[in-house]
């Protein structure tokens, strides 16, 4: 997909937070209702088997509905979605990490989140 400019970006975030926040609460139910499948584990309100099998689905399609949008979700626990941009005309990942207010961070793109900075007040993002 393309390149995200940052207003751009920010309103794909609002846009999916609904939908991230329900990634998180069916990651809590999938490791909770797999804690309670393992030997020893303790039963859960939330069931068994099947409904494991149907949080791991329903997880499937929420991270497809994320990344349908051009956004790139690196991870689920912590929560991390990257949009493509440039910055400075250079190619960059706006970052948003679980617990993010807003998108204020970047990486390089060849630098990954070891390489995640503030975003400069003056930078200019296409």
Not at 52 to 57: I, L, N, S, V, Y
Not at 71 to 82: I, R, Y
Request: net charge negative.
């Amino acid at each position: 997909m393309g390149l995200f400019t940052l207003p751009e970006a920010r309103a794909e975030l609002a846009r999916l937070r609904p939908v991230l926040d329900e990634i998180v609460t069916v990651r809590a139910d999938l490791v909770e209702l797999s804690a309670a499948l393992t030997p020893g584990g303790a039963p859960s309100p939330l069931g068994g088997l099947p409904e494991r099998k149907a949080a791991e689905a329903r997880l499937n399609e929420l991270m497809t509905t994320v990344q349908e949008t051009g956004a790139e979700l690196k991870g689920v626990a912590p929560l991390l979605v990257d949009f493509p941009a440039t910055l400075d005309d250079i190619p960059v990942l706006l970052c948003w990490l679980e617990g993010d207010a807003d998108i204020t961070w970047y990486h390089r793109a060849d630098l990954g989140f070891a390489g995640r900075r503030p975003l400069p007040p003056s930078a200019r993002v296409n």
